[in-house]
């Protein structure tokens, strides 16, 4: 098939060079409805690229790949980026957009919420402290913590899934950052990760589109 494309153009675009670039060498010779939806989704980047385009209008590029094609594509498009290309991305996974874009536009239900670089974005988003602990913690220990961090400000420690936790409506300081280590060294949690800033450009989406829900 990308031969049949290559075809198209004068003079034919490099077909070996191609397959190689996009990692399918191993299945050079397999028909297209044998190839896997991650090797479908690379051939059809190599196809969009056969012709040496300026522009490349790519949607959702990584979508069907395993972590490692992911990470080639990724690095694929970043070159033909880096070289001169003008490249419009349309994704769903904004793990895709803080790696490869230069400038975002947040779209929620057709309407265009914020745009900027990924850094600015991503600044953009309320600062909170936000850790990941080894384990969950029980009902008395969330509310022990919460009110250990807190001190009497108002404030709430949410949880975002398996060991993580954020805390809301208290701006990050140094002191706060001691209390959630002194409060977890006295207990022997270990915190494997704390961060704080605006959050990932996920985290700034879900402020945008909640923001702008309307109530029941």
């Known amino acids: 098939m990308l031969r049949l494309f290559a075809g198209f153009h004068r003079p034919p675009g490099d077909v070996g060079g191609l397959i190689e670039l996009v990692g ?12 896997s939806g991650g090797e479908k989704q690379r051939l059809a980047l190599a196809i969009a690229l056969v012709g040496g385009p300026e522009v490349l209008l790519l949607d959702e590029p990584t979508a069907g790949l395993d972590p490692a094609a992911r990470a080639t594509t990724r690095q694929l498009i970043g070159g ?9 991305l349309t994704t769903h996974d904004l793990a895709d957009v803080e790696h490869m874009a230069d400038r975002v536009i947040l779209i929620d239900r057709g309407r265009a919420l914020v745009g900027g670089t990924p ?9 909170r402290l936000r850790f990941r602990m080894t384990r969950s913690l029980s009902d008395p220990e969330h509310v022990a913590l919460e009110a250990a961090l807190l001190d009497g400000v108002p404030g709430i420690l949410a949880s975002e899934g398996v060991g993580r936790y954020a805390l809301e409506g208290v701006t990050p300081s140094p002191e706060l950052v001691e209390r959630l280590a ?10 494997a990760e704390a961060r704080t800033g605006g959050g990932t450009l996920e985290e700034r989406y879900l ?4 923001s702008e829900e309307e109530p029941a």
Do not use: F, K, M
Request: hydrophobic share 50%.
């Open 80 to 88: 033909l980026r880096d070289r001169g290309a003008a490249i419009l």
């Open 119 to 127: 850094s600015q974005l991503a600044a953009g988003g309320q600062a």
């Open 24 to 35: 399918l060498e191993l299945v050079a010779n397999t028909r297209y409805r044998q190839l």
């Open 207 to 210: 402020e945008l589109v909640g």
């Open 182 to 191: 002194r409060w977890s060294a006295q207990r022997g949690i270990l915190v």
